[in-house]
Structures are given as C-alpha cells and as structure tokens.
C-alpha cells in the first residue's frame, strides 16, 4: 500500500485563517469526487469557521473522561476504519489528553493515518516548530510546550504559508474573530503585539524559504541540472592567502548584504601543479574574518585555479563571484597568457564576475619571472623557443666576432644558452638544446668549418663533454622541477589537512559536517561513514551527505578502511563521485584519520550522555539513602518512644502525660507521612507520571487553604489583591506548591521575623513572591536550590527537612506551565518566585 501523502497550512500566529483554508480545501476535493472526511476541525466557537464545516462529512470525536473532567479527542480507528481517501485534522502539534489512544501526540496520529495509505490535510503554527521553540520564547515571552519535530514537517509533500500582514490579524482579533470580547485587550497587549506579529511572519517566511530551497535542490538533482539557478545570492570569494584578501571578503561581504538572505561563500583552492601558496597563517586569518562575517570556507584541491574554483561555484549554485585584480606584471601576463581573473571570466557562463582591484594589483614595474613552478606545456614551448632564438642569435655573433674569439670561450657561451633552455623548460627542451648547440660548435667553430668533421681529437673530447654536461644539467634541472611540484603538492594537501584538523578543535565534530568538507574537498558527489558491526555481514550508514551515498565500499569511488581497534568495529569512509589517483588516494587515508577522531569523539559524547543519567541516579540514590538514614529514622523513633512508652505497664502516666505522648507520636507520623508523599511525588515528576488537572483557580484563594498547612503560630504576611487575575493551574499541586515554598521560607527565616506573601500580574502572567529575611542564597546556587536534597548551607536552621520541598514546588510548577525561581531579597534574604499563566 502507497504512503499518503501530507499537505500543511502554516500560519505565523493563532486567527490567519488555516482551519479555514484547510476546510476550503477539503470541499474543493468533495466537489471533485473524492472521499473526504473531517476528522477532527477545532471552531474554537467561531462562527466563519463552523460555517465551513456544513456539507463535509465528519468523524464523530472519540469523548475521554480524564480527572473528572470530558474531553473530545480524535478517533484514529474510526478514521482508519472508514478509510477516505483524505482526512482533515486539525492542529498538528496538539497533545492528546492521556488514555484517548496509542499515540501522545496528533503528529503520531497522523503518521498512523499516512502508513495507511490516507492523504492527510492538517494545520500548524510556526512557533510549534521543534527547532523554532527557544527563538519564539524569546520574542513572545510565552514559552511552547507542543512541538512537532522539524523532520516530520519537512517530509510534508505540500507546506503552503497561509500568510496575514499584522495590521490586518489584529483588526481582525479587534473584531471578535479571533478571541471572545473579554480576551481581546489581553491579547492585543501581549502575544498579538505588532512587534511579535511582526517576528513570527518572518520566522514563517524564511523556514517556509528554506524548505524550498531545499525542494529546489532535490528537483536539480533529479533532472541533472547543473546550470545557476538565480533563486537566491550566493558570493562565492576566491582566496588565495595573499595581502588583498581581507580587502576581497570585505567587498564579498557588502555584495551578499545587498540581498535579504544572501550568502556568503569564500573558496581556497590549493593547487597540486607545482604552484604553492602562501603560509597556512595568512589563510587562518582570512577564514576567521570570513566567519565573522557570518560565511563560511571552504578549502579544495585542483590541478587547475580556474577549473576548480568554478566547479565549486556551479556545486554551491553561486551568483556571483568575486576574484582579486592580478598582481603580475604587464609584461609578464603578456608572455604568459591570460591569468585566473580573465579566463573565470571567459568559462563563468551565467555567474557573474567581480574583478577587484586593490593596493596589490599590478604595478608598471618590470619584474622577472619567477622561475618555479611545474613543467606545463607552455614552460616546454617557452624552452624551445629561448632554445630557438639564442643559439641562431648566438651563432651570428660568434660568426661575426670569430678573429676575435676562440673554441674555448665558445663552448661557456652555448653551455649558458642550454642551461637557459633548461630551466625555462626543463629536460627535453634542454637536451634539444644541448644537441643542436654540439652541431653547431662543430659546424661553425671546429676546424674544419662548415663541415661535421673534425681534425683535432682535442675538439672531440672538448665536443663530447660539452654535450655530457648539457645533458646532465638538463637532467638536474627537469628533477629539480618534479620535486619542485612534489613539495607544492605536499604544501597543497598539508594545507588542506590543516584547515580540516582545524575544523575538528574548533569543535565541528558533527559528522556530517565533516563528511561535507572531505567531499568538497575531493570535488565528490557523495560521501558516507559506514560501519559494519561485529559478526554482521551487511554495513550500515552511520552518516552521510550528497546525492545518492554509496551504501557498500564496494559501491564507492573510492574508499578508506577507519580500522576498528579503538572504534569497536569496522568502518569505512566510503566517496561516490570520480576515481581517485594514487597521491589522492594517500591523502583520502590522513582524511579518513580526522573522520575516525570525530567519530570517535562522537561515540564518547554519546557514551558519556548515556552514563550521565545513571551518574544522576547513583547521586539520587546516595541522597535517598542519606534521607533514609536521619530524616526517615528520626521520626520513626519518636514515635516507637511514644508508643513504647505508652505501653509501659509499669509507669503511671497521667492522662496529661498520655496526651502529650499520643501527639508526639502523631506528630511524628505526620513528619513521616510528609516525607514519603514527597518522595512519591520527586518520584512521579522524574517519570513525568504526574497528573495534572488544569483549571481556572483564584490566587487568594489558593494562597489561603495552603496556608493551613503551615504552623498556626507562624507569622506569614498576605498581600495577595482580591481582583489578581486567575491563573490556569491545578489548584491541588498549586496549594502544595505555595505550602512547600512558605514552610522553606519559615524554616530560613530569623525569629520574630515574619514572611510575606505578596501576589501581582504582569503582562499575562501572575507572580507570588514568597520573601523570607534569612541568610539569604547565594548567587551561584540559585538553580542549585532547586535540585533534589538540597539544603542551605547543608542544613536549615533547624535541622529539620530533607531538601525536597524547592525541589517538588518547581516541578509541580513547571507541570502547570509555570516556573519557580529564586533571587535576593533588598536588604537581606530570599525571594522565592512563583510565575503562573494568566487565564485571562
């Protein structure tokens, strides 16, 4: 059976109009003659939206009866039992009410209903996306507590932005469309601010841009489309580590600051023909500038700047490209060729060219050449034709000045003109050289002229050593050049090797991450990680990145065993693109070795999590053991003394005596009972077992029964107004909570001091500040407070407690949706602050 498939309206804020479009949607296909059913649509009562809903099939809501209270939750077996081609549920990141069916979350839901083979329509906010929660918390202030993963939105087949300028969304709440009349002054004052509007549009505009891009980049891939799609400004800077780089950033910078969203790309490529760059320093700066700027560098190897740099450009789908002016002479550039800058240009096809000149470019001075580099066909062509020139001009001369010359002081003569040959084009063009200048000594300058004979045995062996040594040191000279581009080579990959060990202790450890710079590196089309564990035949993709990533060795380009000595089984850093050659191969394999160094952190990391819990477990049973042993023991032997006592058939207690007995026993009892319902209640919040009944409660209300729990004699200040707003909390855990954090506060506080209770509301939210005048807390543990026996100072002032009680009053907080903190009292002491939503 087919997959269903998903379609998401997304929408910036509550009221833009997604149940609405979804519901529009849903008749449009009704009308088309496909099975549609609703299977769950939230009105929130109203009135445009319930309009929708008429001539739509609808999936009666499954009714759950949870702490004495009804709700209506989707039946996922009803919809799967009626089968329609297509359902519509509503709100994608709502949490199901616990028992309503097998899944916790709707999203879960809804796969259940796509594994069937059900296209499903659904709706989302975008401040209920995972990856987004901690960025809206920030701009709203309120913090998100349903999610959907990032994943399950980007597999959707269709997102479609249901979109509403912020003016219009808060007429539209300012109209009662929204909200009822009693909560639209609290709204447009806090969440529905222009400002958050404002915020929230744009964080659904720039996640739904990315989305697409990524769906551009499938679609690119799957139709082999290599050309530059102008969809969005990417300055890819070439950098060669010289003095003009930081200038060419700078301007790459400015370009891709131009565009909203432009981004900024700058490439090193390192050459492997003989022409080395400068130090890795210089390029160390110039990528910290770079990411400061807010780019990112890349570094690769190629036989050739030019090809290279536009590869990587047409792989990165760049724009725009930005090269420094060339910084050879005139005269140099004339008898060499066009440089990078000009044939960039000339092969560029649809990517713009940036020339920029700066303080380095080229000047009017005449410079030598230098003479390194490899033996390209043009150094050849260069050393025939110095070979070509100088030995006819020289021929002239030593004709013309003959009376005045002799053989000797001919041979240095045409020795110098094949060194010269040499070294502007290496061996063949030096021995052609050496040859033809032995012919012509003989013919011109040897007795007798004009001919190839010679009399004198002395001009034969003067001949004979002359081409001897022509010869070796066109030999020296070609030798001297390979290892010239050996060493560029080696200069090339070290440098390569170096920015990728520097990506490693700058901390990038993340796979992917760094399987991305080993195949652009290598100018590949995929690369993988995969591990084959144990005795198991098959291998397994541990990570990878690119299109199509081999899955076997065997199905790679090219491949490198990582050894599994230290990684615990055999892995492989498996290349799908070209073949490599033997020196890429060599340093494929030092690659290989920085990839095993991150995996192998990776797997520490995911040890050291996974020991983690149990470290906190052992540190939890430590300190219940520690409780057990005073807190548990104490009260249990007051109360065995009492009853002992009692018992005591020989003693004549008076009923006063007995009295006195039977309350310290039942007082005793109480401390007990008070501490086992609090390590229930520890134990019920680590689980995430605790049930909580939300309702609408009243602050004054709530402060007033929790305070029966306290110490009649205590003296506890209220100031809690009557017209607080309401908060939406359960009022059980809410009165435990204030109970707990007041008895803390009594136990802290000097005697004869009282504590106070104070009660306020601010922008949505409700606050009660429990203010003690003790010793106060420490700034540095102020969270540490809160963790489970903990005690001040390691003791309260009167010993009594087990470091619970902060412990149990944030987690019951927190499971209604608010929050307890601590901060200094003015003048002395602790405030403790509990945060509760406004029920508005």
């Not at 200038?247 to 900024?264: C, F, H, P, Q, V």
């Not at 890349?298 to 990587?312: C, E, K, M, Q, R």
């Not at 491949?559 to 490599?580: D, F, M």
């Amino acid at each position: 059976m087919a997959r269903g498939t998903l379609r998401i309206y997304l929408g910036s804020a509550p009221g833009v109009g997604k149940t609405v479009a979804m519901l529009d949607e849903g008749k449009r296909r009704l009308e088309r003659g496909t099975g549609v059913v609703v299977a769950l649509a939230e009105t929130h009562g109203r009135a445009h939206t319930s309009a929708c809903l008429d001539g739509l099939p609808i999936v009666p809501r499954k009714k759950v009866s949870y702490r004495g209270r009804e709700f209506e939750e989707l039946d996922l077996d009803a919809v799967l039992a009626r089968a329609p081609a297509v359902a519509l549920v509503d709100e994608l990141a709502h949490t199901n009410i616990p028992g309503s069916g097998p899944n916790a979350q709707r999203w879960q839901d809804i796969e259940a209903l796509l594994d069937a083979g059900i296209d499903v329509i659904s709706t989302l906010n975008i401040q209920h996306v995972e990856s987004l929660n901690d960025v809206v918390e920030a701009i709203t202030g309120v913090p998100q507590r349903e999610t959907v993963p990032d994943a399950i939105v980007r597999a959707a087949e269709q997102v479609e932005l249901v979109d509403m300028a912020p003016e219009a969304l808060r007429r539209r709440m300012a109209h009662g469309n929204i909200y009822p009349a009693e909560r639209v002054d609290a709204a447009l004052g806090n969440y529905f601010r222009v400002g958050n509007l404002t915020a929230l549009r744009e964080l659904a505009l720039l996640w739904l841009a990315d989305s697409v891009e990524e769906g551009l980049q499938r679609y690119r891939v799957e139709h082999g489309i290599t050309g530059t799609w102008e969809t969005k400004e990417r300055i890819v800077v070439a950098l060669t580590g010289g003095p003009e780089g930081d200038t060419l950033i700078r301007r790459a910078a400015r370009i891709a600051a131009r565009t909203a969203g432009g981004e900024l790309l700058a490439v090193h490529v390192a050459r492997s023909d003989g022409l080395s760059g400068p130090g890795v320093a210089a390029l160390t700066s110039q990528r910290l500038l770079v990411e400061s700027l807010g780019g990112s560098y890349h570094s690769v190897v190629g036989d050739g700047i030019a090809p290279t740099l536009l590869d990587f450009a047409r792989r990165v789908d760049a724009t725009q490209i930005v090269l420094g002016a060339s910084r050879r002479p005139w005269l140099v550039a004339a008898l060499t060729g066009p440089g990078t800058g000009a044939t960039v240009t000339r092969l560029s096809d649809q990517i713009d060219v940036h020339l920029v000149t700066h303080a380095y470019s080229a000047s009017s001075r005449l410079r030598l050449p230098q003479l390194s580099g490899g033996l390209t066909a043009r150094r050849r062509l260069g050393g025939l034709i110095a070979a070509a020139v100088l030995l006819p001009a020289l021929t002239l001369i030593g004709t013309a000045l003959r009376p005045d010359l002799s053989f000797a002081a001919d041979v240095p003569l045409y020795l110098l003109v094949v060194v010269v040959s040499s070294l502007i084009g290496g061996f063949y063009p030096g021995l052609l050289s050496a040859v033809a200048a032995s012919l012509l000594l003989n013919y011109y300058f040897v007795e007798p002229r004009h001919t190839f004979t010679i009399s004198e045995p002395s001009n034969i062996v003067a001949v004979v050593i002359f081409l001897l040594i022509a010869v070796l040191v066109s030999q020296v000279v070609d030798l001297a050049a390979r290892r010239s581009v050996l060493a560029a080579r080696a200069g090339a990959e070290a440098e390569t090797l170096t920015t990728f060990a520097g990506s490693l202790l700058r901390g990038e450890t993340a796979l992917p991450a760094l399987l991305e710079r080993v195949r652009e590196t290598f100018a590949m089309d995929a690369a993988a990680l995969l591990r084959k564990a144990g005795d198991s035949r098959e291998w397994s993709t541990v990570a990878s990145v690119g299109d199509a990533p081999p899955t076997t060795p065997s199905e790679a380009d090219a491949a490198e065993a990582l050894g599994h000595e230290t990684l615990g089984s055999e892995v492989a850093l498996a290349l799908r693109g070209h073949p490599l050659s033997a020196s890429d191969q060599r340093v494929l394999a030092a690659f290989a070795a920085h990839v095993a160094v991150g995996y192998r952190q990776q797997q520490l990391a995911e040890a050291a999590r996974a020991a983690e819990p149990l470290a906190e477990s052992d540190r939890q049973r430590t300190a219940l053991l520690n409780a057990v042993s005073h807190d548990l023991r104490t009260p249990i032997a007051s109360a065995k003394a009492a009853v002992s006592s009692l018992r005591a058939v020989e003693v004549p207690w008076s009923d006063l005596d007995r009295r006195e007995l039977l309350r310290t026993a039942e007082d005793a009892l109480d401390r007990l009972t008070d501490l086992v319902t609090n390590l229930l209640d520890l134990s019920r919040l680590q689980v995430g077992a605790l049930p909580v009944v939300p309702g609408v409660v009243g602050v004054d209300d709530v402060v007033a029964r929790a305070l029966e729990h306290v110490d009649p004699d205590a003296k506890v200040e209220v100031d809690v107004p009557a017209d607080l707003p309401t908060v939406r909390a359960d009022a059980g855990l809410l009165e435990r909570v204030i109970a707990n954090v007041v008895q803390n506060a009594l136990r802290y506080a000097p005697d004869g001091s009282p504590v106070r209770v104070a009660g306020s509301a601010h922008q949505g939210s409700v606050e009660l500040r429990v203010i003690d005048r003790g010793r106060g807390i420490a700034a540095d543990d102020s969270e540490a407070v809160f963790r489970p026996f903990q005690r001040r100072a390691d003791a309260s002032a009167d010993g009594a407690g087990v470091g619970l009680g902060l412990a149990i009053a944030r987690g019951f907080a927190e499971a209604m949706g608010g929050g307890v903190s601590a901060e200094p009292t003015p003048g002395g002491g602790a405030t403790i602050v509990i945060t509760l939503e406004a029920a508005a």
